[in-house]
Structures are given as C-alpha cells and as structure tokens.
C-alpha cells in the first residue's frame, strides 16, 4: 500500500491550490485520510482528515478556507486550499489509516508568497 501525494508549488498570497493524496494497492479498509503540514521550525500539526463515511474535520486556522474532499472511491483525497496566506507555507504531508495501519505520503511543499 502506498501514498501518493501531489500538487504543491509557489502562489500569492490570496491564491489557491489543491493537493491529492492517492492511495494505492490491496486496500481492504479506509478508515481516514489526513493532511498534516509542518512549517520550518514548527511541529506538524493536522490540517484536515476525511473518515471513510465522509466525516471532515479541520485545524481551526483553516477552517472557512480548505476543504477536504474523496473521490467516489474513498481512495483518493484532495485538500482545496483557497485564501492561501503566508503562514500556510510549510510541507505538506498526506497519512491515512488503511488495512489498521497508518501509512504516509511524501511531503509536498506548499510556498505562499506575499
């Protein structure tokens, strides 16, 4: 089972970017897809998780901005993020509970310019 995360890049401040987070392989059960970031310095700390019915949670610094989102199948998730501000930047990093274990993408950095 991997994890595959995507869609990073450089944007103003006041932009927008999404990030995927696709997981592949013999997956039997999802229970969540999560997006953590961690900024230089900082520990990483939850952005927002998507359960498996499609319950959505979110750090409380990006709440009304980001929204997680799966596909039909449960096995792909995408983080909206719109608003973006500078203290946004940081690597992001997708993890997902699959199969009772926990699993994590690479980090895909996320850079807002003002």
């Known amino acids: 089972v991997q994890l595959q995360a995507s869609g990073g890049g450089l944007v103003q401040a006041g932009g927008s970017l999404r990030l995927s987070c696709a997981a592949s392989?013999?997956?039997?059960?999802?229970?969540?897809i999560s997006w953590y970031r961690q900024a230089p310095g900082k520990e990483r700390e939850l952005v927002a998780r998507?359960?498996?019915?499609?319950?959505?949670n979110y750090a409380d610094s990006v709440k009304g901005r980001f929204a997680i989102f799966s596909d039909n199948s449960k096995t792909t998730a995408y983080l909206q993020m719109n608003s973006l501000t500078p203290e946004d930047t940081a690597v992001y990093f997708c993890n997902a509970r699959m199969n009772n274990q926990n699993y994590w993408g690479q980090g895909t950095l996320v850079t807002v310019s003002s």
């Open positions: 392989g013999r997956i039997f059960s999802m229970n969540h």
């Open positions: 998507i359960t498996g019915p499609g319950t959505t």
